[in-house]
């Protein structure tokens, strides 16, 4: 019943019938070399490393200030329970 049925014969797929033609096709323009300095190379990894750097502390902070005023808002409000 779930079994599935295959055709007896199954069909070929279409043949592709494109036929070249003799215009060619239109040559993009190179685009220029760019040389690029080995002192630029480093100063954008460095500068990624720092960017890094500094979000990973941001995160940190906000993480560390988020608990802090968790367990602060729970310390004052079992002080004004009693």
């Known amino acids: 019943m779930f079994l599935p049925k ?3 014969s199954p069909t070929p797929p279409p043949a592709h019938t ?3 033609t ?3 096709a239109p040559v993009r323009p190179s685009l220029p070399s760019v040389s690029i300095d080995q002192k630029a ?3 954008l990894v ?3 490393v720092v960017l890094t750097a500094l979000l990973a502390a941001v995160a ?3 993480i ?3 608990v802090a005023a ?3 808002r729970s310390m004052l409000r079992d002080h004004h329970r009693r």
């Open 70 to 72: 968790v367990v602060l």
């Open 64 to 66: 560390s200030v988020a």
């Open 60 to 62: 940190v902070t906000a």
């Open 18 to 20: 494109h036929t070249p």
């Open 22 to 24: 003799d215009t060619a």
């Open 46 to 48: 460095v500068g990624g």
């Open 41 to 43: 190379v480093v100063a």
């Open 6 to 8: 295959y055709p007896d």
